[in-house]
């Protein structure tokens, strides 16, 4: 088996939810050990959450190993459980920090200093550490401590205004969409231009990832426009000011989808020579010369009359026919997927192999979104089911900080690594 | 003088609006990175929102701008031998390759990954397309909205009754862009240590599906596909509260009866305070209210009887709550709520976010000099803060602006 790339790299991971999580995730992924800390007295919140694994007799199962939506943020992790409200809980993450490259956490300030884990206390612990923290607004300034969670940072950055038909109001997109990949990848891109700095200089650094502002960044052309401009602009929907037509139109039902009265196809023409593909590809050539639609700007200006059209050509056919169709006379087209889609029918995440089946001792077999990134000689990999809660204390403890069995004892006895 | 992160790593990209991002956060970070464009700019050089008075111009594209600071620009038209060659002796002083062109399209000229490895064996060369380098979709034709769309996450934005919801942002792209940033910097790592180069392959569809959220479990556990469930989201129902409301100037959303911070009482005594609970104070809306939390909905939910008397009074708490926000400026209701430890969170407009207490207090925006004018203008920075190696976010390049400079120094 050839080497991870990010063998020989220890990770304290202090975060929950899954902004945190999945930027250990992907350090796991390519092979650093990362040690998962956490504790029933702050009990990570997927840990409760759906969906969970089910009984053979249809009943979901029970307890803090089963949900899928944790188990996926945190696989190949170790689980240390420690509790950091009492005193010596925070002594013995020092000495796991002492022997950490990286640490992480996406607490909110207040916590962080609550539990004594700033960078002004870790750095002392540990000068080569690179330590991350990842909270909503940032550890200073006036906001740091309002409260949130994806589903409010949504509306604060900008999203949910940018996002949808404007004829609705700006209710959001359906997901904590930034936890997901903006802010754990821009976490993670930080850490690793860190330990290069690391590496050339033998100095370790505090990483700050505001979510406000990690998100705001990838914010498209909205605030630019505000400063340079001057202009305020609003959602439009799944328009597009430089491709027309460019949307989601209805297709067939198709029985064998589970919501199969659901199916859309989304297509792209970006050029008149796309649109004149696409016309050609779904059997309405005419329509190509027809003055209200033969140009971009005929299109833009007609374009409630361009979608109604669309729609009535694609009502009769399957939404994988409609993509397979448009693709092959070369129009930006793709089927509306649902995750039966992406796990079981798609034939492409198939041939790729992107998902990743491991065996988890509680929840059983379950599926893992694998590294989105495909290197040809290191390549990542699942390495492994998620930890239940607190399964390697032991062996963190005296493997890793070298705790002796009396203490462990002792520190079980007192409540500590609960 | 602080050193760069990725100071003397040199970068070279091929990339329009897949992989630029990619390229902005490296170059942000202290690397070189020269980007080749074709004569005229590519598709993100072409297309809009430009600088006022600047329609059509390939420097005063802000979408441009907004995935190119910090890079230089090259100008090689790679149809021609000339300057196909100087593509690929400015490749091949690369550490890193970056491109998001067609499957094949680069190594039909040349400038593919098996080509430019065979003469430079330590080169990291990315690849960041809308469905990767293999498998049957491969040379499938690719935009932004089809990556979200193949991902699986745009089924899950917007209402039953709607098409499907794009997120704004080009956010296939900015997905595939981080993954192929982590990817890259993971094989720059590892090339510095062993000298052995790698290609990064990125799906722009695969590297947008971890944003599926729960749904990709919800089918793997049970053989159910999530839907999406717009403004009143999975509960069907408009709870005291929670969700979306109109505020005098915008909206603001709600999410006060999730367990953090303060709960409904709290958001009663601040309406009491400016002479707006009505007749909240009264029962049964005083017993409802004081109720009103996860916990209260989920004992509710086994209790049909209870539930059905309890919803029949929450539309007129709505209406109250309602009247309270629609008398407040989104701003204020959210900074104000904040305060008091309610959980609310302005739905921000551009012009909003510009204008943002804590964005300005921890001076953010950055400022450059405007490509296409004469003042400096105002700009996003960079998404985090490192305290010793920190990213910069520089002007933009204009087209061609380096051509002469980084083909002389080859």
């Known amino acids: 088996m050839t080497k991870r790339p990010l063998e020989g790299l220890r990770v304290g991971d202090f975060s929950w939810f899954g902004a945190g999580p999945i930027a250990g995730n992907t350090l796991a992924q390519f092979g650093a050990e990362v040690i998962r800390v956490e504790s029933e007295a702050k009990l990570d919140g997927l840990r409760r959450g759906h969906p969970f694994a089910m009984n053979p007799d249809g009943t979901f199962k029970e307890g803090y190993n089963v949900s899928g939506y944790f188990n996926n943020y945190n696989c190949g992790k170790l689980s240390l459980q420690l509790n950091l409200n009492v005193e010596k809980g925070q002594e013995i993450a020092y000495r796991l920090i002492e022997k950490c490259d990286i640490f992480l956490t996406n607490f909110t300030p207040r916590v962080v200093e609550k539990w004594n884990l700033t960078y002004k206390q870790l750095s002392r612990v540990n000068p080569r550490l690179i330590a991350a923290y990842a909270p ?254 607190g399964e390697h204390t032991m062996d963190v403890c005296e493997r890793i900080i070298g705790l002796n069995m009396d203490e462990i004892a002792d520190l079980l006895a007192d409540g500590v690594l609960v | 003088m602080v050193e760069r992160a990725l100071e003397g790593v040199r970068v070279v990209e091929f990339t329009d609006e897949t992989g630029a991002y990619c390229g902005k956060l490296l170059a942000d970070l202290g690397a070189d990175v020269i980007k080749v464009e074709p004569p005229g700019g590519g598709r993100q050089r072409n297309a809009g929102p430009f600088v006022t008075g600047h329609d059509g111009e390939p420097n005063a594209s802000l979408a441009f701008w907004v995935h190119n600071t910090s890079k230089k620009s090259v100008v090689l038209d790679i149809e021609d031998a000339s300057d196909r060659a100087k593509a690929k002796q400015l490749a091949l002083s690369a550490d890193i390759v970056i491109e998001d062109n067609p499957v094949g399209f680069l190594a039909a000229r040349g400038l593919g990954y098996a080509q430019l490895h065979a003469e430079k064996p330590s080169l990291v060369y990315t690849s960041v397309t809308g469905f990767g380098q293999t498998g049957p979709h491969a040379n499938w034709a690719y935009s932004d909205i089809v990556g979200q769309a193949t991902s699986g996450i745009m089924t899950l934005a917007g209402e039953m009754a709607d098409p499907p919801n794009m997120i704004y942002g080009h956010q296939a792209d900015i997905s595939a862009s981080i993954h192929a940033a982590q990817g890259s910097m993971i094989a720059l790592l590892h090339a510095e240590e062993t000298g052995q180069g790698q290609q990064v392959d990125v799906s722009a569809q695969e590297a947008c599906s971890m944003s599926q959220e729960t749904a990709m479990q919800s089918w793997d556990f049970q053989k159910k596909n999530r839907v999406r469930t717009g403004e009143l989201g999975a509960i069907p129902l408009r709870l005291p509260g929670a969700g979306t409301l109109k505020a005098k100037d915008g909206y603001v959303l709600l999410f006060i009866i999730a367990p953090a911070g303060e709960d409904l009482p709290a958001l009663v005594d601040w309406m009491r305070e400016e002479g707006m609970q009505e007749d909240l104070d009264e029962d049964p809306y005083r017993e409802i209210i004081a109720a009103m939390n996860m916990g209260f909905l989920t004992q509710l939910m086994g209790d049909p009887s209870r539930a059905a008397q309890i919803i029949g009074h929450l539309p007129h708490i709505n209406d109250v709550i309602g009247r309270f926000f629609e008398s407040k400026t989104a701003k204020e209701a959210y900074e104000e709520g904040q305060h008091r430890r309610l959980l609310i969170g302005i739905v921000s407009k551009p012009a909003d976010l510009a204008e943002n207490t804590q964005l300005r207090s921890r001076n953010w925006y950055i400022t450059f000099p405007n490509p296409v004018g004469d003042s400096p203008v105002e700009f996003p920075g960079p998404p985090y803060r490192l305290s010793e190696s920190p990213a910069t976010v520089q002007r933009p390049p204009r087209l061609g602006e380096h051509t002469a400079a980084v083909l002389s120094a080859l």
């Open chain 1, 136 to 389: 909503m607004q940032g550890m200073e300034g006036p906001h740091r401590d309002f409260l949130g969670f994806g589903a409010v940072l949504t509306p604060v950055t900008g999203l949910s205004e940018m996002s949808g038909f404007p004829n609705r109001p700006p209710f959001g997109i359906g997901t904590n969409y930034p936890d997901y990949v903006v802010n754990p990848g821009h976490t993670v891109t930080a850490m690793l231009a860190a330990l290069r700095y690391r590496k050339r200089t033998g100095k370790g650094q505090c990483i700050e990832l505001p979510q406000l502002e990690s998100v705001v960044n990838t914010l498209g052309t909205a605030v630019p426009e505000r400063l340079v401009n001057g202009t305020n602009p609003t959602r439009n929907g799944n328009r597009s000011i430089s491709a027309a037509p460019h949307g989601a139109f209805r297709c067939a039902d198709d029985p064998e989808s589970v919501g199969s009265n659901d199916r859309w196809v989304v297509i792209a023409c970006r050029t008149d020579a796309e649109w004149q593909a696409a016309t050609k590809a779904l059997g309405h050539a005419d329509a190509a010369s027809d003055p209200k639609f033969a140009t971009f700007a005929a299109r833009k200006a007609n374009e409630d009359d361009l979608e109604a059209l669309i729609g009535n050509w694609t009502a009769g056919l399957k939404a994988e026919d409609a993509a397979a169709t448009l693709q092959t006379a070369g129009v930006p087209a793709g089927v509306v997927q649902n995750a039966q889609d992406m796990l079981d029918r798609d034939p492409h995440m198939k041939a790729r192999g992107y998902y990743r089946y491991v065996n988890h001792p509680e929840a059983g077999r379950e599926a893992h979104d694998g590294p989105a990134a495909v290197l040809s000689e290191t390549p990542g990999d699942v390495p492994g089911p998620s930890p239940l809660l």
